[in-house]
């Protein structure tokens, strides 16, 4: 079988969740560097597979799709019986769990995303390319942060992952900003303060399939 491509730098928050994704299921991939300081994303040749001129894009045989979460989401169900089981749920937890999944999901990208994005871009990747910090757009995220963190520790407190016993996509969605809060920053606090929102990052941020992607930053 053709090894499937990802488009893009490991370093990217959208790229290492996808990568994060096929090490999971063990899915044979080819890393196509793309050099986002030279503006490769922005050429006429990425635009025909990226119209918006990000990454990550990944193919698989004749598919080429963006959009890293829908590309998780793909591929949890073309290689389902490859790899972890159960990243979207399973048959025996049935319609109910897969839900469940997918609001954690659709939370990681609705309410823990703009936050984190914004305080990953403004205290990691700023300060790198020699780009002023917006004082109040960092006061505003932290304070988004902290009220959605507030309800991922009451939740943390019901179940072991998000969407309950079981390591999901959901949890893997959250591994690439809240990776550079903790690791790149000194906001780690927000995370560790949290008695069950740090138990849940020590779980999922030790996963050697993250560990292995980690390692090609
Ligand atoms: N929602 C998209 C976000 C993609 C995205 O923002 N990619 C960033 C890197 S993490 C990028 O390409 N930035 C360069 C740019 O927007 O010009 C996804 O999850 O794939």
Known sequence: MAKVKVYGPAFSTAVSRVLACLIEKEVEFQLIPINLS??????????????????????????TLFESRAICRYICDKYATKGK?????NTEGGLIHRASIDQWLETESQSFNPPTSTLVAQLVFYPQMKLKQ??????????????????YDH???????????????????????????????????????????????????????????????
């Open 134 to 151: 917006d004082a109040a757009a960092i006061r505003d995220a932290e304070r988004k942060l902290k009220k959605v963190l507030d309800v």
């Open 38 to 63: 030279k503006a490769q994303h922005k050429s006429s040749g990425f635009l025909k597979l990226q119209p918006f001129g990000q990454v990550p894009v990944f193919q698989d045989e004749s598919i």
């Open 155 to 217: 939740r943390l407190s019901e179940s072991r992952f998000l969407a309950g016993e079981e390591f999901s996509l959901a949890d893997l969605s959250h591994l690439p900003n809240a990776q550079y809060l903790l690791n790149s920053t000194d906001r780690s606090h927000l995370f560790t303060s949290k008695k069950n929102v740090g138990r849940w990052w020590e779980e999922i941020s030790g996963r050697a399939s993250w560990k292995k992607v980690l390692e090609m930053h």
């Open 85 to 89: 089981m159960g990243l979207m749920g």
